[in-house]
Each structure stands twice: as structure tokens, then as C-alpha cells.
């Protein structure tokens, strides 16, 4: 047959042979293989972060027995091999068969199996953190050793696995009187972490501790081998956690000897609420701050953390606010409370929520962000009343927590006019680039500016861009590598003079946040190699000579598309070649041919596509960009050895993680 021609995505012309595809080139993979061919998916990457995300998927499977009344003690344990530990005194794991799968036990169904758990029947739990059914088995599947002791109806089972296989059938070790429940032992694959991966004990140490505020009835036992604890981890190699007073002790613990507005702490917790769930809460507020942040929220879900906050932390705020609120009018200061939002009567405050729900939903496998509808009302309803006697049982504090939030709101509307003062003034006095297309209104609030890569780029964000709020600057290629660069050649340099110039701040000491021009700095470029390039630099710079954007959560990297995917009347774009293969397998499942184009930049995208997939607020996806205060020296060394003048330590780097990158075959 002879060969036809035809376009692929890159836009190459290939000789392709019809013959060459075949029944062998359709690829299933089968049981945990899409786990360690696509870590990220399941865990969010393979960093530290992820690595540290393993325990926390085994230790909430304890946590769920604690939470279902079945389990009060759990064991954390990290040896000198590296192998973590998880022990509870729960029902341990089924070992019976399976009726699905007769031939395997319940235990090695859960350990092998997606989507397989105790979790989807309210039957086992009421509660859980386990929402996926993927958390274990996804730990099995990144660990090159993994083993399950399980202690059930006085009897012993072990069983072993590798990377997420067997490594035989389920042992059973005779009987025991003294034991019950389910052990854990796994230690990360180096194949997925790197061969320099290993837990930190002073994380595991925080995220047990943690653990033991979220159920007050359970005792967390933790053990570090001492070999493996640094003097300044400050980590005990032994310890037990139990706090019968749950958040509120955490709450204590927190806030140590800082100065509080009210004379106690608001604290509480609820059997149900509205929504079928419970929730527990404390919150105090501080002139002093907490570390280098002035506000300090943290929010859990089932015992999981949530970080990103979510629809519980939502449903505090607005309880908080409104009880404020109403208290103000019963007092006769509604007027003054009038301008009052919820972010100056949190500002300041040092707030925990953790709510428990049968059904809830995350978003993302790592459950970084809550999103149930009604866990809003849910947590309302359960703190409001509580609050409102709270404040009518002592007058003294509630005025003084009513002044201090009205202070704040007076302090947000000086701080917002003086800005506009400094803007306006700033126009008027600066000859801002010539590129530079600004927003039309006069202050700061709400307003972006998008840095944008060329001017091809640069017109489409100008058609794309809502000319009120969002300012485009287009920026000639890559700016320069601050990095590597002596002072004078950075103060010399023509694009980031036009940075700084439409920013309307200085550099290093100058700079000044209030001098801001823009609420938001928005980094867009293309979702190629050479855009990663240019953001690369764009954050260097900003790291260096800006921190305090970065710092008050100013800097952000907008997520445009690199393909569209089209099948019939149904359109949607990806981001990157996971999310595309993500799409085709979920979204496009009916028939009919799916067309599969690639952006070769922002300047090919129509305006119209360029606004609703990453400039329009309503339907964008953006990610902020942060600086990890605990891991700050291994920021330091990484800049340095990506961005830095040594080629030696680049080049190093480079050979150390080639591993890790898969080979392109494009």
C-alpha cells in the first residue's frame, strides 16, 4: 500500500504507512502502571511536597478509624533505612476474599486496585478523608517496598508488594492476643522521588502533631530514629501527641504569649449541623501577627488540610462577619460598621475550622481546596449562634473586637485613597513605556498587569484584555538574567527599566509595596519551552530585587493553553500534554473524529480564545507564585545553581536529574 502524506501536530509533514498502525500499538496499562507513569496526576508531581504527601495518605486512612470510633491510638515511626511507619489499633483491613475478585483478598484489592476502599459505603464510614479510593494503593504504586501487617479477630497477616505488585499471596502468621489493627511500613521509590529523596522528620513531626488537634480522642505515638535528626530540626525522637481540648489547645499553642483583642479565645464545636456534618473551630485575633503573616487561617477537611481554604473557611468568615455585623446595629454602631468587609475583620485573626462531611469534594487528588456548595451554609449555621452568645456574654470584648475591626476597615480606606493619590501623581510624573497599554482606571484595586513576550503577543492581549482593569506591557524577547548580571548592566538595561517604570516602584530597598500601580502582576507567556524560559527570568528578577511581591502574594504565572481540542460541537483546551491526554480520556469519550490543534504561541490565538481561556477572571486558571519559607535555603540553592554564572554546577544539576525527564520522541 503506498505511503500517504499527512500533517501531525507540530505541523511537520511525515510520511506515515497506514500498516504502521496496528492492535500493537494500542497500549493498556493495567492495575497501579498509570500511578507511576503519571505521578503527578495522583500525588501532584514528585517533589518534596509530594513525597511528604505519601504519609499523610496513609496516616488519614488511620485517622478515618480514629474519626469512625474504632481506633484511639496510632504509631509514627521513620528508621534509619528510611521506611515510614503507620500503626492503628482500628478493625485492620478485611483479609477475607473479595467477592468481585474471589481469587485475591480485600486487602490485596486495596492495595493493588484503584478506586477500591471502604470509603464510597457510609455503611464502613460516615466520614472519611479517603474520598478517591486511590490514597494507599497510589502509596503502594511509588514505593519499591511496601508491607501490611494486619491484626484482626486475634489473628496475623502480612503481606508483601513492590512497586505495587505482590510479592506473593497474604501470609498468615498465626494468632496474636494482644494486637489489633493495621500497619504500614513503605519507603519511596527512588525511580519516581530521585535517589536523594527521603522524609523529613521535622514535617512528619508537624503533620502528626496536627493530626492529633483534628480528634481530640486519639494518641498520636511518634519515633525518629536519632541518627536521623538534625540539632536544628529541633525534633524529639520520641513523643506522644494527645490534646483533649482539640483546636483550641492548637489555637493556644499558636498564639504562646502574643497580646490578644479579647480576653479569650473563641472556640467551639458542633455534633451536626445543616448538611449532615459536624465542625470544630477556634479563632482569636492579635495586633502582633503571626511570624511575618499579620492573618493565620488554617482549615481541614475530614482531618485532611486544605490550603487552599475552600467552602468551610468561606462559611466561618461569613458567620464571623454577620455576627460582627449584627452586634453593631444592637449597639448602635451600624453605621460605622458599614464598611467593613470580611477580609478586615479576618485581618489579624488566627482562625482554625475543621469541618467533617460524608460526602466531600476536592479539588484535585491532593484535596488542597474544598468545594461542597453546602459546607458553606453547614459551617455558617454551626458557628453563628455560638458566636453571637459569645459576644452578648461579654460586652467588654466585643467592643473591643468591633472597634478593632472597624479600625481596620478605616486603616484599608486611608491606605486604598493614598494609593490612588500616589497613582495619579505617579501617572502624571512618570513617562510610562511606550508599549505599555495602561488600564483606564485611576486606582489600584483590581487592577492587572499582564507582561506579555513580543509584540505578535502583545496585540492579541490588547484585543483580549478588559481596557479598564488589565494593562499589557509586551517585552522584547528575553529579558535579562539578573542572576548572572552585575548591577550596573541591570540598571542599564532597557526592559526592565520599562518594567520597573510601569510598575511604578524601585528595586532592592526602593522598593515599596504602596507604590504598587497594580493590585496584580500577571507573567504570560507562551506554554512552550522558550515562554518557561522567559518566566523563568521574569521570576528570577522579581526574587531578587522585588521579594516583597512575591511576599504579599502580588505575583502570578497566567496558565494559556497549548492545545484545543475539538470533536463535533465540543471544544476544550489543555494546558500541557497530561491535561490533553487527561481530556480525550474523560471528556471525549463519545464518537466522532477529535481534532487536535497546537498553539505555536499567544500571538496565533484569536483574541476571543485568548480572553476566556486566561485573561477573563471568570474562566482563567492561574497559579500564584510563592516563596516556601521552610525550604528557603534549598530556594536559594536552586536559583543559584539554574540561574547563577556557573555553568560546572548547571551542568551538574542537569546530569544528576536527565533521569528524570522523559525522552521526546517528536
Avoid at 103 to 118: N, W
Avoid at 164 to 175: A, C, N, Y
Avoid at 358 to 383: H, I
Avoid at 627 to 642: R, S, Y
Wanted: aromatic share 8%; proline share 4%; glycine share 8%.
Amino acid at each position: 500500500m503506498a505511503a500517504s502524506k499527512k500533517k501531525d501536530l507540530f505541523g511537520d509533514k511525515k510520511s506515515v504507512s497506514n500498516d504502521s498502525y496496528s492492535a500493537k500499538d494500542i497500549e493498556v496499562l493495567e492495575g497501579l502502571e498509570p500511578v507511576r507513569l503519571r505521578p503527578g496526576m495522583y500525588i501532584g508531581g514528585t517533589d518534596d511536597r509530594a513525597l511528604h504527601h505519601l504519609f499523610a495518605e496513609v496516616i488519614d486512612n488511620s485517622m478515618d478509624e480514629a474519626v469512625a470510633g474504632h481506633a484511639t491510638r496510632i504509631e509514627v515511626e521513620l528508621d534509619i533505612e528510611g521506611f515510614l511507619s503507620v500503626t492503628d489499633n482500628g478493625r485492620g483491613i478485611p483479609v477475607d476474599p473479595h467477592p468481585k475478585y474471589p481469587e485475591k483478598s480485600a486487602l490485596e484489592v486495596i492495595m493493588t486496585e484503584l478506586h477500591s476502599g471502604g470509603k464510597f459505603s457510609s455503611s464502613a464510614y460516615e466520614t472519611s478523608g479517603g474520598l478517591h479510593g486511590v490514597g494507599v494503593s497510589v502509596v503502594n504504586a511509588l514505593s519499591d517496598a511496601l508491607e501490611v501487617e494486619v491484626a484482626r479477630n486475634k489473628q496475623l497477616f502480612r503481606m508483601k508488594f513492590s512497586q505495587g505488585k505482590p510479592l506473593g499471596k497474604i501470609e498468615d502468621l498465626g494468632s496474636i492476643n494482644n494486637r489489633r489493627g493495621t500497619k504500614v511500613r513503605f519507603h519511596p521509590d527512588p525511580e519516581i522521588f530521585g535517589p536523594k529523596a527521603h522524609f523529613k522528620p521535622a514535617k512528619l513531626y508537624r503533620m502528626a502533631r496536627a493530626k492529633a488537634y483534628l480528634q481530640p480522642g486519639v494518641e498520636i505515638r511518634w519515633k525518629c530514629d536519632p541518627k536521623l535528626v538534625q540539632e536544628l530540626d529541633s525534633v524529639p525522637t520520641e513523643a506522644v501527641f494527645h490534646f483533649p481540648a482539640g483546636l483550641a489547645d492548637y489555637l493556644k499553642e499558636t498564639l504562646g504569649t502574643k497580646v490578644t483583642i479579647t480576653s479569650d479565645l473563641f472556640a467551639g464545636k458542633s455534633n451536626k449541623g445543616s448538611g449532615h456534618g459536624r465542625v470544630e473551630w477556634a479563632i482569636a485575633w492579635s495586633p502582633e501577627g503571626y511570624g511575618e503573616a499579620d492573618t493565620f487561617v488554617r482549615s481541614y477537611c475530614n482531618t485532611v488540610p486544605t490550603p487552599g481554604g475552600g467552602t468551610h473557611e468561606q462559611g466561618l468568615r461569613a458567620a464571623i462577619t454577620k455576627g460582627l455585623r449584627a452586634y453593631a446595629d444592637i449597639s448602635g454602631m451600624g453605621k460605622k460598621f458599614s464598611s467593613v468587609t470580611p477580609d478586615d475583620v479576618m485581618n489579624g485573626a488566627g482562625a482554625l475550622v475543621s469541618a467533617f462531611l460524608s460526602n466531600p469534594e476536592f479539588q484535585g487528588q491532593t484535596k488542597d481546596r474544598l468545594s461542597n456548595t453546602e459546607a458553606v451554609r453547614m459551617v455558617e449555621n454551626a458557628v453563628r449562634d455560638p458566636f453571637d452568645h459569645w459576644l452578648a456574654s461579654s460586652p467588654k470584648d466585643a467592643n473591643s473586637l468591633l472597634e478593632w475591626a472597624i479600625e481596620k476597615a478605616n486603616e484599608r480606606l486611608r491606605r486604598r485613597k493614598q494609593r490612588d493619590i500616589n497613582r495619579k501623581s505617579a501617572t502624571k510624573r512618570l513617562r510610562l513605556p511606550g508599549k505599555l497599554a495602561d488600564c483606564s482606571r485611576k486606582g489600584s484595586e483590581d487592577t492587572e498587569l499582564f507582561i506579555v513576550e513580543g509584540d505578535s503577543a502583545g496585540g492579541s492581549a490588547k484585543q483580549a484584555r478588559n481596557r479598564e482593569t488589565q494593562a499589557i506591557l509586551p517585552l522584547r524577547g528575553k529579558i535579562l538574567n539578573v542572576e548572572s548580571a552585575s548591577m550596573d548592566k541591570i540598571s542599564k538595561n532597557a526592559e526592565i527599566n520599562d518594567l520597573m517604570t510601569a510598575l511604578g516602584v524601585g528595586i532592592g530597598r526602593k522598593f515599596d509595596i504602596d507604590d504598587l500601580r497594580y493590585e496584580r502582576v500577571v507573567i504570560m507567556t507562551d506554554a512552550d519551552v522558550d515562554g518557561a524560559h522567559i518566566a523563568a527570568l521574569l521570576i528570577t528578577f522579581f526574587y531578587r530585587y522585588m521579594p516583597g511581591l512575591i511576599e504579599k502574594g502580588r505575583l502570578y504565572m497566567a496558565m494559556p493553553p497549548l492545545y484545543k481540542i475539538t470533536q463535533g460541537a465540543k471544544t476544550e483546551y489543555a494546558i500541557d500534554d497530561d491535561h490533553k491526554d487527561q481530556l480525550i480520556e474523560s471528556v471525549f469519550t463519545g464518537r466522532g473524529k477529535i481534532d487536535i490543534g497546537r498553539f505555536k504561541g499567544l500571538g496565533e490565538m484569536m483574541a476571543s480564545q485568548l480572553k476566556d481561556t486566561t485573561m477573563n477572571p471568570k474562566t482563567r486558571k492561574m497559579i500564584q507564585i510563592t516563596i516556601d519559607d521552610e525550604n528557603l535555603p534549598t530556594t536559594e540553592a536552586l536559583v543559584e545553581t539554574l540561574m547563577g554564572k556557573r555553568a560546572d554546577l548547571r551542568y551538574q544539576y542537569i546530569q544528576d536529574n536527565a533521569q528524570f525527564v522523559a525522552e521526546l520522541d517528536i
